[in-house]
């Protein structure tokens, strides 16, 4: 199994930036992928609500 992770972005919106992570390769019918895919989507959320305020000490 393999999968990929693309980064768009990143946009301007309103006050701030949006940056759009996208994750594919994952078989959802598979347990284990599915497991696997909804673990990195919570470590990227985790550390995405991190990223800005890493960012805003710059």
Excluded: C, Y
């Amino acid at each position: 199994m393999s999968s990929l992770v693309r980064i768009g972005g990143p946009d301007a919106q309103g006050h701030g930036t949006r940056l759009l992570l996208t994750t594919t390769g994952f078989d959802i019918t598979d347990k284990r992928q599915r497991m696997q895919r909804n673990n990195l989507e919570r470590g990227w959320r985790q550390l995405l609500t991190k990223l800005g305020g890493v960012l805003d000490g710059l």
